[in-house]
Protein backbone atom coordinates (compact mmCIF):
# COMPACT_ATOMS: atom_id res chain seq x y z
CA UNK A 1 0.00 0.00 0.00
CA UNK A 2 1.28 3.87 -0.83
CA UNK A 3 2.16 5.44 2.50
CA UNK A 4 0.01 8.79 0.71
CA UNK A 5 -1.95 9.28 -2.16
CA UNK A 6 -3.25 12.94 -3.12
CA UNK A 7 -5.89 12.18 -5.78
CA UNK A 8 -6.97 14.95 -7.88
CA UNK A 9 -6.39 17.67 -4.98
CA UNK A 10 -7.76 21.26 -5.36
CA UNK A 11 -7.73 23.93 -3.09
CA UNK A 12 -8.85 27.36 -3.53
CA UNK A 13 -8.89 29.98 -0.17
CA UNK A 14 -11.87 31.71 -1.26
CA UNK A 15 -14.83 29.89 -3.51
CA UNK A 16 -14.52 32.51 -6.15
CA UNK A 17 -10.81 32.64 -6.23
CA UNK A 18 -7.70 31.46 -7.98
CA UNK A 19 -6.75 27.56 -7.26
CA UNK A 20 -3.54 27.31 -4.95
CA UNK A 21 -3.39 23.91 -6.04
CA UNK A 22 -5.05 22.45 -8.96
CA UNK A 23 -5.64 19.35 -9.69
CA UNK A 24 -2.76 17.63 -8.07
CA UNK A 25 -2.39 13.84 -7.49
CA UNK A 26 0.87 12.03 -6.42
CA UNK A 27 1.93 9.05 -4.59
CA UNK A 28 4.37 8.09 -2.68
CA UNK A 29 5.65 4.41 -1.99
CA UNK A 30 7.03 3.99 1.62
CA UNK A 31 11.04 3.81 2.43
CA UNK A 32 11.59 6.83 0.35
CA UNK A 33 13.12 10.29 1.00
CA UNK A 34 11.03 12.44 -1.91
CA UNK A 35 11.87 16.25 -2.52
CA UNK A 36 8.65 18.49 -2.91
CA UNK A 37 10.93 21.33 -4.91
CA UNK A 38 9.57 24.22 -6.40
CA UNK A 39 9.88 28.08 -6.37
CA UNK A 40 8.32 30.05 -2.75
CA UNK A 41 4.64 30.92 -3.53
CA UNK A 42 4.27 27.20 -5.81
CA UNK A 43 2.04 25.64 -3.37
CA UNK A 44 4.03 23.44 -1.20
CA UNK A 45 3.35 24.46 1.79
CA UNK A 46 -0.45 24.36 1.32
CA UNK A 47 -0.14 20.68 -0.11
CA UNK A 48 1.81 20.07 3.27
CA UNK A 49 -0.75 21.35 5.16
CA UNK A 50 -3.76 19.54 3.82
CA UNK A 51 -1.74 16.44 3.96
CA UNK A 52 -1.25 17.18 7.83
CA UNK A 53 -4.74 17.84 8.45
CA UNK A 54 -4.34 21.47 8.84
CA UNK A 55 -6.08 22.61 5.94
CA UNK A 56 -8.95 21.39 4.32
CA UNK A 57 -9.23 21.01 0.46
CA UNK A 58 -11.45 22.19 -2.21
CA UNK A 59 -11.89 19.13 -4.09
CA UNK A 60 -10.26 16.28 -4.09
CA UNK A 61 -8.43 13.63 -1.61
CA UNK A 62 -5.73 12.66 0.95
CA UNK A 63 -4.91 9.50 1.99
CA UNK A 64 -2.37 8.45 4.88
CA UNK A 65 -1.73 5.08 4.67
CA UNK A 66 -5.25 4.91 3.18
CA UNK A 67 -6.81 6.99 5.57
CA UNK A 68 -7.97 10.53 5.49
CA UNK A 69 -6.27 13.11 7.49
CA UNK A 70 -7.22 12.73 11.28
CA UNK A 71 -6.07 11.13 14.56
CA UNK A 72 -5.13 7.80 13.22
CA UNK A 73 -2.98 9.46 10.68
CA UNK A 74 -1.59 11.87 13.07
CA UNK A 75 0.12 8.81 15.06
CA UNK A 76 2.14 7.90 11.92
CA UNK A 77 3.05 11.40 10.42
CA UNK A 78 6.19 13.57 12.16
CA UNK A 79 5.77 17.27 10.86
CA UNK A 80 8.42 19.84 10.27
CA UNK A 81 6.49 23.28 10.48
CA UNK A 82 8.25 26.12 8.45
CA UNK A 83 8.43 28.17 12.00
CA UNK A 84 8.35 27.69 15.27
CA UNK A 85 5.71 26.24 16.76
CA UNK A 86 6.53 25.61 20.57
CA UNK A 87 6.08 27.07 23.64
CA UNK A 88 8.68 29.62 24.65
CA UNK A 89 8.21 29.45 28.34
CA UNK A 90 9.24 25.70 28.25
CA UNK A 91 12.38 23.98 28.72
CA UNK A 92 13.76 21.80 26.42
CA UNK A 93 13.17 18.32 28.98
CA UNK A 94 10.01 19.74 29.24
CA UNK A 95 9.10 19.42 25.41
CA UNK A 96 10.46 15.37 25.33
CA UNK A 97 8.34 15.07 28.01
CA UNK A 98 5.35 16.48 25.68
CA UNK A 99 6.26 14.65 23.02
CA UNK A 100 6.92 11.22 25.20
CA UNK A 101 3.31 11.99 26.23
CA UNK A 102 1.50 11.97 23.16
CA UNK A 103 3.31 10.29 20.48
CA UNK A 104 3.93 6.32 21.25
CA UNK A 105 6.45 6.50 18.82
CA UNK A 106 8.86 9.20 20.03
CA UNK A 107 11.95 7.96 21.43
CA UNK A 108 12.92 9.90 24.11
CA UNK A 109 16.80 8.32 24.32
CA UNK A 110 17.39 9.46 20.60
CA UNK A 111 16.23 12.63 21.48
CA UNK A 112 19.13 13.10 24.07
CA UNK A 113 21.32 11.52 22.17
CA UNK A 114 20.87 14.13 19.71
CA UNK A 115 20.70 17.24 21.50
CA UNK A 116 24.32 15.80 23.18
CA UNK A 117 25.78 15.65 20.02
CA UNK A 118 25.02 19.37 19.59
CA UNK A 119 25.61 20.31 22.77
CA UNK A 120 22.19 21.29 23.73
CA UNK A 121 20.89 21.91 27.52
CA UNK A 122 18.37 19.95 28.01
CA UNK A 123 17.51 22.13 31.11
CA UNK A 124 17.53 25.29 28.93
CA UNK A 125 13.97 27.38 28.41
CA UNK A 126 13.27 27.82 24.50
CA UNK A 127 12.92 31.65 24.72
CA UNK A 128 16.31 31.43 25.68
CA UNK A 129 18.33 29.81 22.47
CA UNK A 130 18.41 31.38 19.41
CA UNK A 131 16.45 30.75 16.46
CA UNK A 132 18.67 28.40 14.24
CA UNK A 133 19.10 26.23 17.93
CA UNK A 134 15.26 26.39 17.80
CA UNK A 135 15.12 24.90 14.79
CA UNK A 136 17.47 22.31 15.31
CA UNK A 137 15.44 21.23 18.69
CA UNK A 138 12.22 20.92 16.82
CA UNK A 139 14.05 18.86 13.94
CA UNK A 140 15.24 16.61 16.79
CA UNK A 141 11.67 16.14 18.14
CA UNK A 142 10.45 15.09 14.75
CA UNK A 143 13.39 13.22 14.04
CA UNK A 144 13.47 11.15 16.95
CA UNK A 145 9.74 9.95 16.19
CA UNK A 146 9.37 6.15 15.00
CA UNK A 147 7.24 7.39 12.23
CA UNK A 148 5.87 6.36 8.98
CA UNK A 149 6.05 9.46 6.68
CA UNK A 150 7.98 12.64 7.80
CA UNK A 151 6.87 16.08 6.37
CA UNK A 152 9.45 18.63 6.62
CA UNK A 153 8.63 22.33 5.35
CA UNK A 154 12.06 24.19 4.36
CA UNK A 155 14.15 22.36 7.49
CA UNK A 156 17.42 23.84 6.07
CA UNK A 157 15.38 26.81 5.28
CA UNK A 158 17.03 29.72 7.86
CA UNK A 159 20.07 27.91 9.03
CA UNK A 160 23.62 28.06 7.96
CA UNK A 161 25.94 25.16 5.65
CA UNK A 162 27.25 23.88 8.52
CA UNK A 163 23.55 23.21 10.22
CA UNK A 164 21.91 22.30 7.11
CA UNK A 165 25.08 19.54 6.84
CA UNK A 166 24.00 18.60 10.18
CA UNK A 167 20.18 18.34 9.66
CA UNK A 168 20.58 16.38 6.68
CA UNK A 169 22.60 13.78 7.99
CA UNK A 170 20.37 13.80 10.98
CA UNK A 171 17.26 13.00 8.56
CA UNK A 172 19.01 10.59 6.84
CA UNK A 173 20.50 8.37 9.69
CA UNK A 174 17.05 8.61 11.74
CA UNK A 175 14.10 7.40 9.16
CA UNK A 176 13.70 4.01 9.49
CA UNK A 177 14.52 2.44 6.28
CA UNK A 178 10.40 1.38 5.76
CA UNK A 179 9.63 5.37 6.16
CA UNK A 180 9.00 7.51 3.74
CA UNK A 181 10.02 11.66 3.99
CA UNK A 182 8.87 14.06 2.11
CA UNK A 183 10.76 17.14 2.32
CA UNK A 184 10.02 20.84 0.78
CA UNK A 185 12.41 23.31 -0.18
CA UNK A 186 13.59 25.91 -2.81
CA UNK A 187 16.98 24.67 -2.15
CA UNK A 188 17.41 22.65 -4.31
CA UNK A 189 21.88 21.85 -4.88
CA UNK A 190 22.16 21.72 -0.94
CA UNK A 191 19.54 18.85 -0.44
CA UNK A 192 19.53 16.99 -3.90
CA UNK A 193 22.28 13.80 -2.63
CA UNK A 194 19.82 12.48 -0.36
CA UNK A 195 16.74 12.63 -2.54
CA UNK A 196 15.84 9.09 -4.13
CA UNK A 197 13.03 11.04 -6.03
CA UNK A 198 11.81 14.45 -6.97
CA UNK A 199 7.97 16.17 -7.06
CA UNK A 200 8.32 19.43 -9.09
CA UNK A 201 5.32 21.87 -7.67
CA UNK A 202 4.93 25.26 -9.77
CA UNK A 203 1.88 27.59 -9.15
CA UNK A 204 -0.07 24.78 -7.72
CA UNK A 205 0.59 22.18 -10.31
CA UNK A 206 2.30 19.14 -10.30
CA UNK A 207 4.55 19.35 -13.55
CA UNK A 208 7.27 16.34 -13.21
CA UNK A 209 7.11 13.44 -10.64
CA UNK A 210 10.61 11.19 -11.53
CA UNK A 211 13.37 9.47 -9.55
CA UNK A 212 16.56 11.22 -8.88
CA UNK A 213 18.63 8.16 -10.85
CA UNK A 214 15.83 8.33 -14.10
CA UNK A 215 16.40 12.34 -14.25
CA UNK A 216 20.58 11.48 -13.98
CA UNK A 217 20.46 8.50 -16.20
CA UNK A 218 18.09 9.50 -19.09
CA UNK A 219 18.15 13.20 -18.91
CA UNK A 220 21.73 13.57 -18.16
CA UNK A 221 21.10 16.45 -15.54
CA UNK A 222 21.81 16.92 -11.97
CA UNK A 223 18.28 17.90 -10.10
CA UNK A 224 19.54 20.95 -9.96
CA UNK A 225 19.94 21.89 -13.52
CA UNK A 226 17.06 20.39 -14.11
CA UNK A 227 15.36 22.19 -11.49
CA UNK A 228 16.70 25.50 -13.39
CA UNK A 229 15.72 24.05 -17.03
CA UNK A 230 11.83 23.93 -15.83
CA UNK A 231 11.48 26.73 -14.09
CA UNK A 232 13.58 28.75 -16.01
CA UNK A 233 10.58 28.29 -18.75
CA UNK A 234 7.91 28.64 -16.41
CA UNK B 1 -5.28 11.65 26.03
CA UNK B 2 -7.98 14.35 27.35
CA UNK B 3 -6.22 13.93 30.97
CA UNK B 4 -2.53 14.43 29.22
CA UNK B 5 -3.98 18.17 27.92
CA UNK B 6 -5.82 19.10 30.73
CA UNK B 7 -2.38 18.57 32.69
CA UNK B 8 -0.43 20.65 29.75
CA UNK B 9 -3.40 23.09 29.57
CA UNK B 10 -2.94 23.85 33.78
CA UNK B 11 0.04 24.09 33.43
CA UNK B 12 0.49 26.80 30.57
CA UNK B 13 -2.20 28.90 32.24
CA UNK B 14 -1.15 28.76 35.79
CA UNK B 15 1.88 30.81 35.42
CA UNK B 16 -0.56 33.49 34.66
CA UNK B 17 -3.25 32.87 36.89
CA UNK B 18 -1.51 31.63 39.97
CA UNK B 19 0.12 35.39 40.41
CA UNK B 20 -2.95 36.83 39.58
CA UNK B 21 -4.83 35.08 42.50
CA UNK B 22 -1.96 35.97 44.54
CA UNK B 23 -2.35 39.54 44.08
CA UNK B 24 -5.80 39.74 44.40
CA UNK B 25 -5.41 38.34 48.10
CA UNK B 26 -2.26 40.66 48.63
CA UNK B 27 -4.65 43.69 47.61
CA UNK B 28 -7.40 41.60 49.95
CA UNK B 29 -4.74 41.90 53.17
CA UNK B 30 -3.97 45.45 51.90
CA UNK B 31 -7.21 45.88 52.16
CA UNK B 32 -7.92 44.90 55.34
CA UNK B 33 -5.07 46.61 57.44
CA UNK B 34 -5.54 49.65 55.31
CA UNK B 35 -9.75 49.80 56.56
CA UNK B 36 -8.29 49.62 59.92
CA UNK B 37 -5.60 52.19 60.14
CA UNK B 38 -8.08 54.54 57.96
CA UNK B 39 -10.52 54.48 60.47
CA UNK B 40 -11.35 58.08 61.86
CA UNK B 41 -9.83 59.46 58.81
CA UNK B 42 -12.04 61.59 56.49
CA UNK B 43 -15.06 59.89 54.31
CA UNK B 44 -13.05 60.76 50.79
CA UNK B 45 -10.01 58.54 52.34
CA UNK B 46 -12.62 55.40 52.51
CA UNK B 47 -13.98 56.36 48.72
CA UNK B 48 -10.36 56.06 47.26
CA UNK B 49 -9.67 53.11 48.82
CA UNK B 50 -12.99 51.54 48.13
CA UNK B 51 -12.97 52.82 44.40
CA UNK B 52 -9.39 51.78 43.64
CA UNK B 53 -9.92 48.64 45.18
CA UNK B 54 -13.28 47.65 43.16
CA UNK B 55 -11.65 48.57 40.11
CA UNK B 56 -8.39 46.14 40.90
CA UNK B 57 -11.21 43.58 41.46
CA UNK B 58 -13.08 43.99 38.53
CA UNK B 59 -10.15 43.71 36.48
CA UNK B 60 -9.27 41.12 38.01
CA UNK B 61 -12.77 39.23 37.68
CA UNK B 62 -12.36 40.04 33.36
CA UNK B 63 -9.03 38.89 33.23
CA UNK B 64 -9.46 34.96 32.92
CA UNK B 65 -11.89 35.42 30.60
CA UNK B 66 -9.58 37.89 28.49
CA UNK B 67 -6.63 35.30 29.14
CA UNK B 68 -8.92 32.15 28.22
CA UNK B 69 -9.66 33.67 24.83
CA UNK B 70 -6.38 34.73 23.92
CA UNK B 71 -4.51 31.60 24.67
CA UNK B 72 -7.24 29.60 22.76
CA UNK B 73 -6.96 31.87 19.71
CA UNK B 74 -2.14 31.56 20.58
CA UNK B 75 -2.71 27.90 21.07
CA UNK B 76 -4.50 26.69 18.49
CA UNK B 77 -4.93 29.27 15.66
CA UNK B 78 -1.38 30.74 15.02
CA UNK B 79 1.80 28.88 14.82
CA UNK B 80 1.44 26.80 18.10
CA UNK B 81 -1.38 25.30 16.13
CA UNK B 82 0.98 23.20 14.25
CA UNK B 83 1.82 21.31 16.73
CA UNK B 84 -1.42 21.28 18.53
CA UNK B 85 -3.49 20.25 15.35
CA UNK B 86 -1.34 17.29 14.83
CA UNK B 87 -1.19 15.57 17.83
CA UNK B 88 -2.85 12.30 17.93
CA UNK B 89 -6.27 14.41 19.61
CA UNK B 90 -9.17 14.77 18.46
CA UNK B 91 -10.78 18.52 17.76
CA UNK B 92 -13.70 17.98 20.35
CA UNK B 93 -10.82 16.87 22.97
CA UNK B 94 -8.72 19.90 21.92
CA UNK B 95 -12.11 21.84 22.32
CA UNK B 96 -12.98 19.89 25.94
CA UNK B 97 -9.62 21.03 27.20
CA UNK B 98 -9.89 24.68 26.50
CA UNK B 99 -12.99 25.21 28.24
CA UNK B 100 -13.09 23.13 31.11
CA UNK B 101 -9.50 24.57 32.18
CA UNK B 102 -10.87 28.17 31.44
CA UNK B 103 -14.35 27.23 33.65
CA UNK B 104 -12.17 26.09 36.06
CA UNK B 105 -10.03 28.89 37.01
CA UNK B 106 -13.40 31.43 36.19
CA UNK B 107 -15.04 29.75 38.96
CA UNK B 108 -11.88 29.97 41.37
CA UNK B 109 -11.26 33.54 40.52
CA UNK B 110 -14.62 34.56 41.60
CA UNK B 111 -13.55 32.36 44.89
CA UNK B 112 -10.41 34.18 45.23
CA UNK B 113 -12.34 37.42 44.66
CA UNK B 114 -14.91 36.84 47.33
CA UNK B 115 -12.59 35.66 49.81
CA UNK B 116 -10.25 39.13 49.45
CA UNK B 117 -13.08 41.11 49.27
CA UNK B 118 -14.38 39.39 53.00
CA UNK B 119 -10.63 40.68 53.53
CA UNK B 120 -11.93 44.42 53.39
CA UNK B 121 -14.79 44.07 54.73
CA UNK B 122 -13.67 42.56 57.41
CA UNK B 123 -11.46 45.22 58.09
CA UNK B 124 -13.87 47.70 57.46
CA UNK B 125 -16.83 46.67 59.92
CA UNK B 126 -15.25 43.09 61.61
CA UNK B 127 -18.29 41.21 59.76
CA UNK B 128 -18.20 39.18 56.52
CA UNK B 129 -19.83 40.53 53.94
CA UNK B 130 -23.70 39.35 53.55
CA UNK B 131 -22.90 36.58 50.78
CA UNK B 132 -21.13 34.04 52.74
CA UNK B 133 -24.11 34.65 55.79
CA UNK B 134 -26.67 33.61 52.76
CA UNK B 135 -24.64 30.83 51.93
CA UNK B 136 -24.38 29.52 55.55
CA UNK B 137 -27.82 29.76 55.71
CA UNK B 138 -29.07 28.56 52.36
CA UNK B 139 -30.59 24.81 52.41
CA UNK B 140 -27.38 23.28 50.89
CA UNK B 141 -29.60 20.74 48.61
CA UNK B 142 -31.41 23.64 46.74
CA UNK B 143 -30.24 27.33 46.15
CA UNK B 144 -26.03 26.66 46.85
CA UNK B 145 -26.12 24.42 44.37
CA UNK B 146 -28.68 25.89 42.09
CA UNK B 147 -26.57 28.81 42.05
CA UNK B 148 -23.12 26.74 41.76
CA UNK B 149 -24.87 24.86 38.76
CA UNK B 150 -25.87 28.51 36.95
CA UNK B 151 -22.73 29.96 37.45
CA UNK B 152 -20.78 27.13 36.10
CA UNK B 153 -23.09 26.72 33.25
CA UNK B 154 -23.21 30.61 32.35
CA UNK B 155 -19.30 30.24 32.48
CA UNK B 156 -19.04 27.69 30.51
CA UNK B 157 -21.54 29.10 27.87
CA UNK B 158 -19.77 32.52 27.87
CA UNK B 159 -16.36 30.91 27.34
CA UNK B 160 -17.75 28.80 24.72
CA UNK B 161 -19.53 31.52 22.86
CA UNK B 162 -15.77 33.34 22.12
CA UNK B 163 -14.53 30.02 21.20
CA UNK B 164 -17.26 29.91 18.55
CA UNK B 165 -16.43 33.58 17.40
CA UNK B 166 -12.77 32.66 17.21
CA UNK B 167 -13.31 29.50 15.35
CA UNK B 168 -15.74 31.16 13.13
CA UNK B 169 -12.72 34.25 12.64
CA UNK B 170 -10.47 31.63 11.22
CA UNK B 171 -12.12 30.74 8.54
CA UNK B 172 -11.47 34.17 6.70
CA UNK B 173 -7.80 34.40 5.44
CA UNK B 174 -7.27 38.28 6.89
CA UNK B 175 -8.84 40.28 9.68
CA UNK B 176 -9.29 37.23 11.43
CA UNK B 177 -10.13 39.18 14.79
CA UNK B 178 -12.09 41.59 13.48
CA UNK B 179 -14.21 38.29 12.09
CA UNK B 180 -14.51 37.20 15.40
CA UNK B 181 -15.22 40.11 17.20
CA UNK B 182 -18.17 40.75 14.57
CA UNK B 183 -19.12 36.57 15.02
CA UNK B 184 -19.19 37.48 18.41
CA UNK B 185 -21.58 40.42 18.41
CA UNK B 186 -23.97 38.80 16.69
CA UNK B 187 -23.91 35.21 18.77
CA UNK B 188 -24.34 37.42 21.94
CA UNK B 189 -27.07 39.62 20.30
CA UNK B 190 -28.70 36.54 19.37
CA UNK B 191 -28.65 34.40 22.27
CA UNK B 192 -30.05 37.31 24.57
CA UNK B 193 -32.66 37.75 22.29
CA UNK B 194 -33.47 34.40 22.67
CA UNK B 195 -33.14 34.46 26.49
CA UNK B 196 -34.79 37.62 27.22
CA UNK B 197 -37.62 35.93 25.04
CA UNK B 198 -37.25 32.36 27.11
CA UNK B 199 -37.48 34.74 30.40
CA UNK B 200 -40.93 36.35 29.37
CA UNK B 201 -42.38 32.71 27.92
CA UNK B 202 -40.90 30.87 30.72
CA UNK B 203 -43.43 31.75 33.32
CA UNK B 204 -46.26 29.37 31.69
CA UNK B 205 -44.20 26.94 30.44
CA UNK B 206 -43.04 26.34 33.72
CA UNK B 207 -46.25 25.92 35.35
CA UNK B 208 -47.09 23.79 32.98
CA UNK B 209 -44.52 21.11 33.66
CA UNK B 210 -43.74 22.06 37.53
CA UNK B 211 -47.36 22.88 38.35
CA UNK B 212 -45.10 26.38 39.89
CA UNK B 213 -44.93 29.83 38.52
CA UNK B 214 -42.70 31.31 41.25
CA UNK B 215 -39.28 30.19 39.15
CA UNK B 216 -37.47 30.36 35.78
CA UNK B 217 -34.22 28.40 36.80
CA UNK B 218 -35.42 25.04 34.76
CA UNK B 219 -36.34 26.71 31.57
CA UNK B 220 -32.88 28.71 32.38
CA UNK B 221 -31.11 26.13 32.98
CA UNK B 222 -32.35 24.03 29.67
CA UNK B 223 -31.23 27.00 27.25
CA UNK B 224 -27.71 27.54 28.50
CA UNK B 225 -27.68 23.45 28.03
CA UNK B 226 -29.05 24.14 24.81
CA UNK B 227 -26.62 27.07 23.98
CA UNK B 228 -23.60 25.15 25.16
CA UNK B 229 -24.08 21.75 23.27
CA UNK B 230 -24.65 24.12 20.14
CA UNK B 231 -21.66 26.12 20.51
CA UNK B 232 -19.65 22.91 21.21
CA UNK B 233 -20.96 21.01 18.28
CA UNK B 234 -20.75 24.21 15.98
CA UNK B 235 -16.78 25.17 17.37
CA UNK B 236 -15.84 21.38 17.21
CA UNK B 237 -17.01 21.23 13.21
CA UNK B 238 -15.06 24.26 12.37
CA UNK B 239 -12.24 22.48 13.97
CA UNK B 240 -12.61 19.52 12.01
CA UNK B 241 -13.96 20.00 8.78
CA UNK B 242 -12.80 23.84 8.23
CA UNK B 243 -9.53 24.23 9.97
CA UNK B 244 -7.87 26.90 8.24
CA UNK B 245 -4.36 27.31 9.29
CA UNK B 246 -3.31 29.47 6.61
Known sequence: ?234 | MLGKLIKYEFKATARWFLPAFGVALLFGLVGLVAQVAIAGRPDWWVVISTVLYGALILAFLTFPLIMSIWHFNHDLLTDRGYLMFTLPVTAAQLLWTKVIVATVWQVLSVVVALVSTSLVAVGSDGQLPLIWRLIAESDPRSEVILLVILIVFGVFGSVLMYFTSLAFGQLFNKHRIAAALGASLVLYMVTHIIAVFALITSEPINKLFTGRSDTTFLPMVALMILYNVGYFLVTRNLLTKKLNLV
Request: aromatic fraction near 6%.
Open chain 1, 1 to 234: MSILEVKELTKRYTKSGPAVLGNVSITLEAGKIVGLLGPNGSGKTTLIKIICGLLTCSEGQVLVEGKAPGRETKKIVAYLPDTSYLSDWMRVDQVLEFFTDFYADFDKARALKMLSLLQIDPKSRLKSLSKGTKEKVQLILVMSRDAKLYVLDEPIGGVDPAARDYILKTIITNYSPDATVLIATHLIADIESVLDEVIFVNQGVVVLQDTVDHIREERGQSVDEMFREVFAAC
